[in-house]
Structures are given as C-alpha cells and as structure tokens.
C-alpha cells in the first residue's frame, strides 16, 4: 500500500465552517504536497512542502490554508470555501521533491461544500 | 505551456482483450514520464515511469508503456485486461532536469471492462 493516509475520508461543510484535512505519510518521505481533483480536469497541484518549507503555492485562494508541523503531516486547513471547492483532495509524498521523485498518493478526502 | 494530452475520455473493453491508453504530451525538453492508476475511492498508484534508457518500460499488474520522442507520445499497454484493471488511468509529465517544476498530468481515461 501507498503507505500514506487522509483523514477525513468524506467531509461536508457549509461555506461559513472551518474545518482541516490530516495527511501523514509513514514512508519517511520528506517532501509532501496537495493536490485538488475536480471532475473531468487534471489534477491541480496546490502546495509543495520540502523538509517542512513550502516550496510551491499554485495560486490557491487564501480561503485555503496549509501547515506542515513535520515531514510526516500535512494539513489543509479550510474556511469559508465556495461550492466549486468540492473536489477531491489529494495528499501525496515523495522523498525529494525533485522532478525524479516518485510521488505516492494518499486516499484522498471527498469535500462537499454546501 | 506544458500540457498532457489524453485524448480518450472513456474506453471500454472485453476482459481478455488487449489494450492501449493514449498520452501525448507537448514540451520542448525531454521530460520524465509517469502512468498512474485511480481506482474508485482510492488514491493514485503509479504503474510505472521513464526517465531515460529503454523506451520500453515494464510496470506493475502486467502494464507496459513505450515513449516514442518523434511522435511525443507515452502510451500505456497490456496484452490481456482483467476486470479488476477497471480503474481510472492518468498520464504525467515533468521535465526531464535536476529542477523541481510541478508535475502535469492529463485528464483522465476511464477504463470499463467487460465480460
């Protein structure tokens, strides 16, 4: 297995809630990243992290949030989002964040916004 | 701009067919190439990647793929399906250098399998 796990699994929230996704991997990676997969659209990156520091910001709307404690968790922490923010979420690791590494999915969190 | 073309939404097959998945991708330098595959509820899995070498590259589950740089293409391969290959099959792109540009990947093929 991909050895990297999302809680949540499945969340729906109103457009005034505050809520977070977890992700941990248990890979030992050290780079971590969001991902954003809406319906038929590739999935879009949203944040890299690389040894706790955020390398990548793909323009996300502020309404959304990430914090990377450690190598081993990232969170997305989300408040008031829109209804086109339901999407899948992904989380992924790999070891490096360089071109070559492989990347290893999580679960991913279903996000419904009301 | 970078972009992964996959030009089939949905494909579907016979169990015990064989099949090809299509992945183009436009970028001016050599790039690294992935296949990964979603299964309903699940993550990304990655089935196999090329950097360099062979153009021919064996993957996991009895998948193949073989980039061809005249025609910028990467497609996925495998003699004989099964149903449980019934899953959702994503091309990637990065390029092929020691800098960390973000990974792009295609649309999606949905692969349907039938008795």
């Known amino acids: 297995e991909t050895g990297v796990t999302q809680t949540p699994r499945h969340l729906v929230m109103g457009m005034t809630n505050k809520k977070s996704l977890k992700c941990e991997q248990h890979l030992g990676h050290n780079a971590m990243y969001w991902y954003k997969q809406s319906a038929k659209k590739p999935l879009e990156l949203m944040f890299v992290y690389n040894f706790k520091e955020q390398t990548e910001n793909n323009s996300v709307p502020s309404r959304f949030s990430p914090e990377c404690p450690n190598s081993s968790h990232l969170f997305l922490h989300l408040h008031t989002l829109q209804p086109e923010d339901s999407a899948l979420y992904l989380c992924?690791?790999?070891?490096?964040?360089?071109?070559?590494?492989?990347?290893?999915f999580g679960p991913g969190t279903r996000l419904l916004v009301l | 701009a970078q972009s992964v073309t996959q030009p089939d939404i949905h494909i579907t097959v016979s169990e015990g067919a064989s099949l090809e998945l299509r992945c183009n991708y436009s970028?001016?330098?050599?790039?690294?190439l992935f296949w990964y595959v979603q299964s309903p509820g699940q993550g990304l899995q990655l089935l196999l990647k090329y950097f360099s070498g062979d153009t021919l590259v064996q993957g996991i589950k009895g998948f193949e793929a073989e980039f061809k740089r005249s025609q910028s293409s990467f497609n996925l391969r495998k003699p004989s399906v099964h149903w449980s290959d019934a899953a959702e099959y994503f091309c990637a792109v990065v390029l092929g250098n020691s800098g960390n540009t973000p990974l792009v990947f295609g649309k999606g093929t949905r692969l349907s399998v039938i008795a």
């Open positions: 970028y001016g330098a050599t790039p690294y």
């Open positions: 992924a690791s790999s070891h490096g964040d360089r071109n070559q590494e492989t990347q290893y």
